[in-house]
Each structure stands twice: as C-alpha cells, then as structure tokens.
C-alpha cells in the first residue's frame, strides 16, 4: 500500500506546539515509510480563516525546516490543496449521498434550532442537538420546496441501529453505539459550503490518504466520518489519534503554561533543532537513554509502535535544556547569524538597530566561543558580552581585591598582569593557561589572585566569560587600555 498522510490544518489561528506535533509525526510517518506527506488547507470556516494565518503556517514550516512533499503551494497530483478551492465538489458529493438516501435536506430555520436547543437546556434533556425533524421529509416535498426558493441544509442520515466500530492504531477498539452520536450533523450549509466532516471525509479519499495522524480531540469526529466512508462505499484509512499534550499541572496544554505559538517560541531564541527534537518526543519513545536526535535520525526511528497511549506533558524546562544542547552543537559562525539579530536589537554595536562594521561582526563571531556554553537562548546572548562592545564602567576598588589582600597588593598584581597581556592576546587557551600559571609560580603569587582583578579590569565583573578569549578578542592594546584605567581609579582611591 502506497503511504500517505496529511496535516490538514484550519488558518483560524497561529500555528502552536499541537499543531506542529501533528505535522512532524504525520512527515515522520511518511518518511520512515517512504511515503508522502501532504498539507491540505480546511479552511472552510469562510470567517475565522485568515491569510494571515495561512502565510504564519508557511513561516513556521519554513522556520523550523520541514516541507510536505504536496501542497497548496508546490502542487501535487491530486490539488488542488485548498478546500475552499474544492467546494463544487463537496456539493456533488453530498447530492450523491442524498440521491443514495445516505443523506437528507433540511429546512429548519435557525430561529427553530435554537428555540430546540434552549428548549433542551431548560429541561436538561439528556438527548441534544437536531431532533432529525426533517429526516421523513419525502424526497418529492423536499424538491417541491427547494423549487419554492427554500434552502435548506444537507444532513448526514445516520443509521440509528447500528454501532460503529474500529480499530485505532494507538488507542485499540472503539466503539459508538450510532444513536449516541451527534444527531445527524450538517455535511453542507444551505449557502453551499461544506462542513469540516464532509470536506475532510471527501478529500482524505481523493487525496489516498492512507493514514490519519491527527490530535485526540478529534476522537469523537471519527464514528462520523467512518460512517461516511461506508455511506460512500469507500475504504476508510487507518486513523491514529496521538496522544494529548499536557502542562506539567495535567491540564491541557494553553497560554497559562507559557508560550504555545511557534512565533513565540521563535522570538524567545529558541532554536528550531530544539523544538523539533522535543516536540518529537511528545508521546512518542525512541531509543532509551538517547535524548538528542537530528531530524534525519527522527524520520528514519519514528515508528507508530513507538507511540504511548499516555498524555505527554510538556516542560518548558525540558525544552529549554534542549535549547542549551544545541546551541552549543553550532559552529561559531552558525551562531552568531542567529545571534547577530539579537545584538543589533540591542545595541551592541551602537544606537540599538546599528548594524556591526566588519570589526565588530569579527569580534561578535569570535565572542560565541565564549558564552555558547553559558546561555540557554539566544536573546541571553547580547548582555553576555557587551562588555566586548562598549567599555565597561570600572567597579568600584572591593570588587578588585582578591581575598585577604589589600589595595596595594591587588595594584601590584593588576600591574603584573598588565605585562601579561601582550603574551597572552596572542596565545590558545592552553598555551596561554600554562603561560599564566608559570608566572604566578615565579611571581609567587596565587593564579586567582593574578587573574581576577585582571579580569575585573577587561569585563567590568567577577563573574565573566573566560578570561584568554576575551584577551585575544579585545586585543593587547584595548585590553591594555582598560588595565590602565583600572589602574588610575585604583590609585586615586
Ligand atoms: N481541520 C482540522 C484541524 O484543524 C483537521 C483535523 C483532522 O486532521 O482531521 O485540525
Ligand atoms: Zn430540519
């Protein structure tokens, strides 16, 4: 059987960590099966659907660096991929059903269906939604009807005796009993449109798909369009609803957990090597004990087996270590491009939106060695080594003064220092940790009590990125500036 599935999103809203994790297992899938993986636009919903929201579907995808192989922006032998671009289909489709009496028109005005539906909730009626009023009207009053200027709705005539049953990849055998299902839903509005079951119903057959990967809240829709399929005599596909995704609290996953929007993610500095591999393992297990995965590892490992039936819980704290984990797996440059942004926004090289003169785009560069380590987002990054871009303010005298010394001491060793710069801007890391401790052997000093005024003099702190790269980022003649000025605000105390 030729493989393939879709993510089928409706553009009502920007593209968020559920959303995402459909369309990532959906591309595992297809990939690890060698199939195909499709992007269907519902959009349906003529009023809540957006271009805007259709054109932040195509950034994020962009952004995080996965594609389907069709879509409604590359095309695909069986398109269009809008459903809005479909819709005379979906009216044959549903008149077929009517012409096999699997469906039925209906005439009730709105004003009757919500008088019913408060009706019901006045008398907390255990059955609710439509009473199937019109589901006797002959065929020949309906057309007689239609033909008087009516329009009426098309609705899905389920056969009340039967159950439905089937077989979810994930979740095992499940059952409806029909007459416990939503009464008879609406397949097409009496303006023409269709609705999320019949739309969805028609084109996952059209389109071959063989696989629904979708989200758990679709559960209850499946007895729905299961019955379609058997009222078009269709096969249906394998459906595989995923397992939710929880806050830490259990509840599911909203704004009040945090961030849920790809966009904010992405303003927040995180990588999207690192939202992929999490959101990868929002219920599903690879292989125990490994935790980082490319996303080539991801799409030759995925396997439905490899799904849990239980929620995942998604923990920012989790996501965040993986932030850390790759930013330290880039190469300097590879950093800094995505960095740079970052920096310029926050003045590192002059007015905040200043970009940086090729000096300071070398220095910026050179300066992620220093702090990948040391921060788990990118925005983190400017604050980090501005003291590389502007000169700091010195401290004042105590912040110089390394334990049990006094100032006159800790003048002598920032002088010691100050000699030690020339050697050390040109010398690695280790050449130049030998060079130093050597002569804090010779001097008879301590090696900290050499370094960290030296350091206080070239970052404006104690607390600081490595000494060595900051020396040979600065270079001798600047780092010798900021010793001597340390220097002069040490005497005049
Ligand atoms: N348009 C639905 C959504 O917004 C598709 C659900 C499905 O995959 O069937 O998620
Ligand atoms: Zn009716």
């Known amino acids: 059987m030729e493989i393939r599935d879709r993510y089928a999103p409706s553009p009502t809203g920007l593209q968020h960590i559920g959303g995402v994790r459909t369309a990532l297992f959906n591309y595992l899938f297809a990939r690890s099966q060698g199939g195909a993986f ?16 259709v054109q932040n579907l195509y950034d994020t995808f962009t952004w995080l660096g996965f594609r389907w192989d069709e879509g409604p922006d ?10 809005s671009e479909r819709f005379a289909l979906y009216r044959a489709y549903a008149q077929a059903l009517i012409e096999k009496g699997a469906a039925y028109y209906c005439f009730c005005s709105a004003a009757r269906l919500d008088a019913l539906r408060a009706e019901q909730s006045l008398a907390h009626a255990k059955e609710t939604g439509y009473d199937r009023h019109c589901r006797t009207l002959s065929p020949a009053e309906a057309t007689a009807r239609i033909a008087a200027g009516e329009a009426p709705v098309i609705r899905l005539k389920i056969p009340l005796k039967e159950t439905t049953r089937f077989v979810d990849r994930l979740l095992g055998t499940i059952e409806w009993k029909n007459d416990a299902l939503t009464p008879d839903p609406v397949l097409l509005k009496s303006d ?28 209850p829709s499946t007895p729905l369009h299961l019955i379609l399929y058997q009222c078009f005599g269709w096969d249906p596909p394998v459906f595989c609803h995923l397992p939710m995704v929880l806050g830490l609290d259990g509840k599911k996953l909203s704004k009040r957990h945090g961030a849920t929007s790809i966009d904010e993610f992405r303003s927040q500095g995180y990588l999207p090597e690192a939202l992929i591999n999490y959101v990868a393992l929002l219920g599903a297990s690879y292989e125990e004990g490994k935790d980082l995965y490319t996303l080539d590892e991801l799409c030759s490992r995925f396997s439905l087996d490899k799904l849990n039936k239980a929620p995942a819980i998604f923990d920012y704290k989790k996501l965040t270590w993986y932030n850390d984990q790759y930013i330290r797996m880039k190469t300097d440059g590879d950093l800094a491009v995505l960095a740079l942004p970052y920096g310029v926004k926050a003045g ?11 000096g300071q785009r070398a220095a910026f560069t050179a300066a992620m060695a220093l702090i990948k380590e040391r921060v788990s987002f990118l925005h983190e990054i400017p604050e980090k080594i501005r003291y590389l871009f502007t000169e700091p303010p010195v401290p004042s005298a105590s912040e110089f003064i390394p334990k049990k010394l006094d100032i006159s001491k800790t003048i002598a060793l920032l002088g010691m220092g100050r000699d030690l710069i020339e ?26 009590d050499l370094m960290m005024p030296l350091r206080v003099a070239l970052t404006g702190t104690r607390v600081s990125p490595p000494l060595f790269g900051t020396i040979r980022i600065l270079g001798a003649t600047r780092s010798g500036e900021r010793v001597n000025r340390a220097l002069a605000a040490l005497r005049g105390v």
């Open 348 to 358: 590192l090289f002059g007015e905040p939106g200043t970009e940086p003169d090729p």
């Open 192 to 219: 023409g449109f269709p609705t999320y079951h019949l739309a969805n119903v028609v084109d996952d057959h059209l389109m071959g798909i063989s696989h629904v990967l979708r989200a758990q809240e679709w559960l």
């Open 38 to 53: 499709i992007l269907r636009l519902e959009d349906t919903d003529r009023t809540r659907s957006d271009a805007a929201f």
């Open 74 to 83: 590359r095309g695909g032998p069986v398109g269009p991929y809008i459903q």
């Open 423 to 448: 050697p050390l801007a040109v010398l690695g890391d280790a050449e130049a940790e030998a060079f130093i401790k050597e002569r804090a052997k010779q001097e008879g000093v301590k090696l900290g």
